[in-house]
Every structure is written in C-alpha cells, then in structure tokens.
C-alpha cells in the first residue's frame, strides 16, 4: 500500500498541505480530486520526492519512500515531461533505462507499449510530431515502461479523445489487477466515479473525504428526491431540532433531501404534507459531483451562481 | 488500437544499473545520441571544416605577417644593417621622404618609418613600436655601434665581423629577432587553445544551457530526477555537451593542419611547442568543462529565454577575462609577475599557463601547482553549480535567486 502519513508544506506564509494522511492500497485506483490549488500535485510531488515535505512521510508497503522506492514508481506529471524533438521509441528507452532496465529489456519494454497504446506505426516519429492525445500516451507509456510498483499520475485524462480515454482507463485497470497502487488526479468526476475504487477529496491542503465511491455517494446515507409544491423553508423547521437535513434543488421543481443517521422517513412525508402536495418521494443516489460539492466548502460569493444552490439547514 | 494478444514482455530493473556513474553514462548517451549523431551536427561541423581548410589553404600565408619596415635613403645604412640581422622576420620598404614614410605608416601599410636623427636613429610609428622590429633595430644599432667602435680603433670591420661570426655566442647567435619569432608562433598556439575553450563554450555551452532551462520548463526534469540525482545529471550534460564541442573543434582544427601540410607551411614543432600543446590541451578541457558546469547550473535558475543570458554572464566572464588577461598579459607584461600569478590562478590558470611556457621556462613545481589549481576550480565549479542546479531546477515561478538557490535544503 501507498500511504501518505500526515504531511504538510508550505510555500512561504500559503500552507500548501495540512496534515494529509492518504492510503492507496495494492490493486486500488485511487481518485485524488480538488480544485485548482487544493494541493494535488504538491503532495503528488511529494510522493515523487521532486518536492519535500515539511512534515509527514510517505511509505510504500510500510518502508519509507526513498530513492531506490522512487526509482520503481511510474510517474506522470500534469505539464508533459518529454523531449519534444527526441524519437518516441528512443524516448521510451532512454527512461527505461534510467528505471535500471537493461538495453535489451528496454527495448522489448518500449516496444511492448507502442504496440499496447496503438502507436506502433509512430515509433520513428519526434514526439512534437505526434497528436496532442497520442503524446499524452507516449506519457503514459514512459510512466509503464519499467513495470512500475506504484503509479501516480497527475491529470492523465485532460485532454484525451473519448476513445483514448477508454484506453487510459483500461491500461489503469490492467495495471491495479496487477497488484501495484494506482493514485490519479482529476478534474472529471465522471470519470473518476467510473474508474475509480476510492476517491479522496483536497480542499485547501487537507483531505475532506476520503472512501469508496459507494461510501461517498452514499449508499447507506438518506439521501430522497422530494417533489412537492410545498417550499422547503416551510417544511424544514417542522422536522424537529434532532434532523439535520441536506437539501439541494433539482429540475423541475424537486430537491434531494439528506437526513442525518436515523431520522424519521415518515417525519419528513408528515412535514411536507402539513403545507402541501407530496407528488414523489424515491430513494436518490447522487453522483460523485454533487458529493463533491458537498464536501468542498463553496465561498458564499460563488453559490449565487451555481445552477443548483445547495441549502444546508438545521432544523430548528 | 489494444493488441489483445499482445504478451507483455519479461523484464528486471536493477535500480543499481543507475547509481553514481552508471546514472550519468545513460544521460550521456541520450545527449550524444540527440546531438552528436544527428545530420545537423555533421552538416555545421563539415560546414566549419571546410571553412577552415579553404582559409588555410588558400589564405594569405605566414611571410606576408612580417612587420614592414619603411626607410628613407639616409636610412638606407642602418636598414641594411636591419634586413641582415632580421631575414625573414622583417620585409624592408625604400621610402622617398619623411612624409610618404609617415603616409605608410598612418595607412598601416608600414610598422614603422626609420628616419635619421642628429642623436641617431627616429623611428615613427602609430602608437607603439612592433616588439619585433624593436629587438630587430636593438640589434642592427649594436651592430652598427661595433663596426664604427672597431673602424676607430683602425680594425677593419669586416675582419671583425667575420671574427665575431666564427666564435661562439656571437652578435649573430644573439639574435633576438630568431627566437622572437618562434617565441611569437607559441605565444600565439597558446592563445590558440584559449580561443578554442572560449569558442566551444560560445558554441556549445549556450545551447546547453538553454537545453536545461526547456528540461526545466517541460518538466521533463521532474521525470528525471525520480531516476538519478540532480549530479548525475548535470555531470552527464555536461560531459557530453564537452565531447560534442571539443569533436568539432577536433575536427576544424585536423582540417586546418591538413590544408597547412598541403600548402608545404606546417609549422615547426620543438619541444617548448609540445609543452604548449599539452598544456593547452588540459587547459582547453579543463576550461571548457568548468565554464559549462557553470553555464548549465545557473541556466537552472530561470525559464525565460529572456533572463537565460543575463544568468549565464558570470559563466560567460570566467571564459572571456582569463582569456583577454591571457594576451595582454603575454603582450604587455610578458616580463612581469603578474603573468607567473595569473599562470596559477584559479580559473586563469587553464588560459595564461600554455601562453607562459610559450614565453618563459617554467619550473615544474609551477606546472604541478597549475594543474592542482585547474583541477581544483572544476571540482569547484561543478560543486557550486550542482548547488545551484539542484536549489533551482525544480522550483517554478519566476528566477530563483542565486542565494536561495545556493541555501542549503
């Protein structure tokens, strides 16, 4: 297992990350998401050992990260790392090579890759002459060639085609079976939901949620889509000072209703009904987005633009 | 797209494979594979040679370099005298009078003007007289001196010349003009081997540092150092970059000797050349490493094309001073202590010492302190500018500070 116990970084007075504790087990690919500056990639490079911590340590399986670890990761920055002008099999081969690869298995490796990633009639080309998404599988491949212990990848999905995308998602897939920690960044929590096990979730340097995607989504939380003519602000206060709901308004008219661990189903119907027309009332499981927003602490100055406003409300 | 069958093939890392040298070796590889071994490489590099084939080949030669010297008829005697004494070493040009003499000069088609003078001999010049027709009419007055000391004395003259010719450390074995000229010849294959640092520096120490700043701004550096230390890289650079410049400068410099051997003008080589030569030689590799260490270390700190040069001066200067202190020195102080010091001076030493020898003997402890002191400003260079790059390569937003980039992490 990949585990980040307890790290923080700061850049001068911005603290980057706060006390972040992350697990990635074998076989597990781990969504890492958050917005622009969450700290995503500082604690990626952390991982790496391109940045140190402050505080905090990582390990894989238990043993400290150190150079020797590091040099059997793979590794996939979020701005290209790759020498434009260089020929892609030769590329790949160089960075095997610097992975301990002999020249042999380097070339059989990188050969492998191209043929894997659908580039086998570009082995000749300079990267720079490459599509931007074919250069992202170039990154990809580099990252693979050394038949790495651990991946982390920052951002490999921005930018790709729908198929390439496919192909990303079942190279991670392969590579998680294989028993090795996949942890990736992502803006697209679509596809994190789709691809993923677990997904943690960075907001200002520290981690707000951190489960599988079933867990997040919340399964087992109350979570109802509630259709009435009654208005929520009538019906809140009704419920009791003990529930605490979750209300987020849907198309239409309908909002999803969280109530807090065992609240009464039967209290909120009786609410709703005291001031209106119950016209639908089923079980609501969200999707990883509105998880997402959710956990993340949205300033007050950019709720009023959101399409659906979410209410959080303790009824009193 | 996916191959289905495709069988993913058996490999092992050994992580020791890239450890201390073994790390360098590869990025030395992928550097001469990407510059040495490419068609533009050899393109510019035949471009050069053949450049300096056809200037030594068809050039003006080596008699033409020889100081004119321009006299008038009441002159004539002591020029005479001058071309005795100079042979090839001087080239002698009648003049009607004082003012046509004076128009050669100022044209720069004459070195000198040799006028009569009531106290003896005028000599008129530009700025300053060419040390070599200086030592040639040093000589030619002495001489003239003898033979007028020698017919008052009722010796005849010619007697005494022959004498003197026959016996051993004579005026004629004293003359200067002689060793001058091969002393000028060294001097000059010792400032040859300084040019050449600067030149491969100019040539091949830009770009590589220019190569650090893009590595650094595609991050491709990140990917690299979770393979290999910031030393290991840095040294693999710069070792490459050192090979491909000093090939091409090989190449030129095989390609003038063979245009020379051509033409029937190699020059004489002696055994104060040889000690030129191999003296320029370390110079030149030594030099030429430090100034690249330097150059890609503080290309680290920034990642705009527009701060690359103004970061790059200080490398830039450790090539260009010791250079120009090299031929002033050998020039206008080449009696003086300051050249001795230069000659053991940390970062001058590799481009003044191959010019003393040229000049003077030089005593071997001088020789073995030199080379310490050349060694040891490249393991110097290479330590402050592993500081540097690796304080620097991996910090974005702007140039890093030198300070905050020699601070210790």
């Known amino acids: 297992m990949l585990a980040l116990h307890h790290i923080s970084k700061r850049y001068g007075p911005h603290r980057v990350l706060d006390d972040v504790g992350l697990e990635v087990p074998r076989g597990a690919i781990v969504g890492y998401v958050g917005g622009n500056g969450a700290g995503k990639t500082t604690s990626m490079r952390i991982v790496l050992g391109i940045a140190t911590a402050d505080a905090g340590r990582v390990t894989l399986d238990g043993a400290p990260v150190d150079a020797g670890v590091r040099a059997r990761m793979g590794y996939m920055p979020e701005e290209r790392g790759l020498y434009p002008t260089m020929q892609v099999q030769q590329q790949l081969q160089f960075f095997a090579e610097l992975r301990g690869l002999s020249r042999a298995d380097a070339t059989r490796a990188a050969r492998y890759w191209l043929d894997r990633l659908g580039l086998e009639e570009r082995r000749d080309s300079p990267l720079e002459d490459l599509s931007l998404g074919n250069q992202q599988r170039v990154q990809l491949a580099a990252a693979l060639v050394h038949e790495p212990d651990a991946l ?8 790709l085609d729908p198929l390439a995308v496919d192909v990303m998602t079942q190279v991670l897939r392969e590579e998680a079976d294989r028993g090795i920690p996949v942890l990736f960044s992502s803006h697209q929590l679509e596809l994190v939901e789709r691809t993923c096990d677990r997904v943690a979730v960075l907001q200002g340097g520290r981690l707000v949620a951190d489960g599988t995607v079933d867990e997040l989504t919340g399964v087992n939380a109350h979570r109802y889509l509630l259709r009435s003519d009654a208005d929520p602000a009538d019906w809140v206060p009704d419920l009791g000072p003990a529930v605490h709901v979750s209300i987020e308004s849907v198309a239409d008219g309908a909002v999803t209703v969280r109530l807090a661990g065992d609240s009464d189903l039967q209290g909120l119907v009786d609410a709703v ?19 997402y927003r959710d956990v993340i602490d949205v300033p007050e100055q950019l709720q009023g633009a959101r399409t659906r406003p979410t209410v959080e409300a303790q009824a009193s | ?3 289905p069958t495709l069988r993913r093939p058996e490999i092992a890392a050994d992580p020791s494979r890239v450890r201390r040298t073994g790390g360098m070796r590869i990025i030395v590889r992928r550097e001469l594979a990407t510059k040495l071994l490419t068609r533009s490489f050899a393109i510019s590099t035949l471009l050069f040679a053949f450049i300096a084939f056809a200037g030594s080949l068809f050039g003006p030669g080596g008699e033409d370099d020889a100081p004119v010297l321009a006299y008038t008829g009441s002159s004539a005697d002591l020029a005479t005298t001058v071309d005795a004494v100079g042979g090839d070493a001087v080239a002698l040009e009648r003049v009607v009078d004082e003012t046509a003499g004076r128009t050669l000069v100022e044209e720069g088609k004459a070195g000198a003007v040799l006028l009569p003078s009531e106290s003896g001999v005028r000599v008129l010049v530009q700025d300053a007289l060419d040390p070599q027709l200086g030592a040639l009419l040093d000589v030619a007055l002495q001489e003239r001196a003898l033979r007028a000391a020698a017919q008052e004395a009722g010796v005849d003259p010619q007697v005494l010349v022959g004498a003197v010719e026959t016996t051993a450390g004579s005026a004629v074995l004293d003359v200067v003009a002689v060793g001058q000229d091969l002393a000028v010849a060294d001097v000059l294959l010792g400032l040859g081997f300084a040019a050449g640092a600067v030149l491969v520096v100019l040539l091949w120490g830009i770009p590589l540092a220019t190569d650090v700043m893009q590595e650094k701004v595609s991050r491709v550096v990140e990917i690299l150092l979770t393979s290999v230390r910031p030393w290991q890289l840095l040294a693999g650079k710069v070792v490459a970059t050192t090979v491909i410049g000093l090939t091409q400068l090989a190449v030129v410099l095989g390609a003038t000797l063979a245009a020379l051997a051509l033409g029937g003008s190699l020059p004489d080589v002696d055994a104060v050349s040889w000690s030129v030569v191999l003296a320029g030689v370390i110079g030149l ?5 430090t100034c690249n260490t330097l150059m890609a270390g503080l290309a680290a700190r920034v990642e705009r094309q527009e701060d690359l040069s103004g970061a790059l001066q200080p490398a830039l200067g450790l090539a260009l001073v010791p250079m120009a202190a090299a031929s002033y020195l050998a020039f206008e102080y080449a009696e003086s202590s300051w050249l001795d010091a230069a000659s053991m001076a940390p970062v001058f030493t590799t481009f003044v010492m191959p010019v003393r020898l040229a000049l003077e003997p030089v005593p071997a402890w001088q020789l073995g302190l030199s080379l310490a ?3 040891a400003t490249t393991v110097a260079a290479f330590a402050v ?3 540097v790059y690796a304080g620097s390569v991996l910090r974005s937003g702007g ?3 030198l300070r905050e980039a020699l601070r210790r992490r």
Do not use: I
């Not at chain 1, 982390?152 to 930018?159: A, K, N, R, T």
């Not at chain 1, 209106?276 to 609501?284: A, D, V």
């Open chain 1, 152 to 159: 982390v990848l920052d951002e490999p999905f921005s930018g």
């Open chain 1, 273 to 291: 009904r005291r001031h209106g027309t119950l016209r639908e009332l089923r079980p609501w499981r969200p999707s990883l987005t509105q998880v």
């Open chain 2, 1 to 3: 797209m996916s191959t």
């Open chain 2, 285 to 289: 590799v030594l030099g030429v490493v």
């Open chain 2, 373 to 375: 002191v050349a060694l």
């Open chain 2, 385 to 387: 500018a592993g500081r």
């Open chain 2, 399 to 401: 140039q890093v500070p």
